[in-house]
């Protein structure tokens, strides 16, 4: 029985609901079509608590698909490269999944949604010192904390590394925002010696939160976040160098931390609007990703009320529906019999 059982378990875990995009010349006009409905939307401020993010040009807007087939597509401004910010909470985690299992990532980070702003220490109090799940700051400080290495070059060396192999080529550190962040990142610091004197964090509480600031400081483009995104839905495979970065075990359980959590307390509304895991950032950048078919990412600075890009939000709704993506979407399957 008991192989049986497993012999089930094998069966089942290879079954997966992936659909398909539409046809690369589809995906192109829908994309114009929807930088052309959004690039004209003038709502929202420019992040300026990091000094350095004040500085980006307001008008940039770009959007970018990379499938899980390799195939790339990009409108607008897709070149431009923007410090990473939040968006690498996502994929450090998955690292971390694959280094000590997601089972016991799990365990030490969390994955429930807390409700409260993403730099929140209330949320720490309340449940006990516990981070609750590593899209928020201190589930993000904890999960670097937990990255390989003795030492924090070590640690850096890894993010970076990680990172890059999602993105199929070697993201840089950009220097003039990591000295803004370290600058003006004292409540990271509180938080990571909150849960250092809760037990909660794994490594030195300072010298983690360099290590985030810097993982955070990493430039990408949005074609550099839409490979990244299809890595994790294409099961972990880089669809561009076709090196695996992760399992594809790690890829779902990174993805359902992403759809309870990747919008902070706006994630329940995410979901209900758009469909799909998504992870945003104050620089202006947006991922959403489409299991088995692959990543969206926009890119356009001025943010609404909770931190994340207007048009990006506009864009991703609208080609949320029009690609297909929305996980809950479905088509009336009845058939009615004649007699």
């Given amino acids: 029985m008991t192989g049986n059982r497993s012999a089930a378990v094998r069966d089942t875990a290879q079954l997966v609901s992936t659909g398909r995009l539409p046809d690369g010349r589809r995906i192109d006009a829908l994309l114009a079509e929807a930088h052309g409905l959004f690039a004209g939307e003038t709502s929202g401020i420019v992040a300026d608590y990091i000094p350095a993010l004040a500085a980006a040009d307001p008008t940039w807007s770009a959007l970018s698909v990379a499938e899980a087939n390799g195939a790339r597509h990009s409108v607008g401004d897709a070149l431009v490269e923007f410090s990473i910010q939040s968006i690498s909470k996502a994929f450090v985690f998955a690292l971390v999944c ?43 400080l904890a999960t670097t904390a937990l990255m390989p290495g003795a030492t924090p070059g070590a640690k850096w060396n890894a993010v970076q590394d990680g990172l890059s192999a999602f993105a199929g080529r070697r993201l ?59 890595t994790l839905a294409d099961g972990g495979v880089n669809p561009v160098t076709g090196v695996r970065v992760v ?47 692959g990543g969206l990412a926009t890119f356009s600075p001025p943010l609404d009320p909770a931190g994340n ?15 297909g993506l929305n996980l809950f979407a479905s088509a009336d399957v009845h058939r009615t019999e004649t007699p």
């Fill in 172 to 230: 840089e550190l950009d220097i003039a925002v990591y000295e803004s962040e370290a600058a003006t990142n004292l409540r990271n610091k509180s938080i990571a010696r909150l849960l250092e004197s809760y037990g909660r964090l794994a490594f030195d509480p300072l010298q983690t939160t360099d290590v985030y600031t810097k993982q955070c400081s990493l430039n990408v483009t949005t074609e550099d976040l839409a490979v990244m995104g299809a």
């Fill in 309 to 323: 890009s207007v048009r990006g939000v506009l864009a991703t709704t609208w080609l949320s529906r029009t690609l």
């Fill in 247 to 293: 399992d594809a075990e790690v890829c779902q359980h990174v993805l359902a931390a992403m759809a309870a959590s990747g919008l902070y307390e706006r994630s329940g509304e995410w979901l209900y609007d758009i469909g799909l895991p998504g992870k945003s950032g104050v620089s202006g950048g947006i991922l959403t990703i489409a299991p088995g078919k």
């Fill in 98 to 140: 694959q280094q000590i299992g997601h089972r016991r990532a799990a365990e030490l980070v969390g994955v429930n949604n807390t409700g409260l702003p993403f730099n929140s220490v209330t949320a720490i109090e309340l449940n006990d010192g516990h981070p609750m799940n590593p899209m928020v700051n201190a589930g993000a």
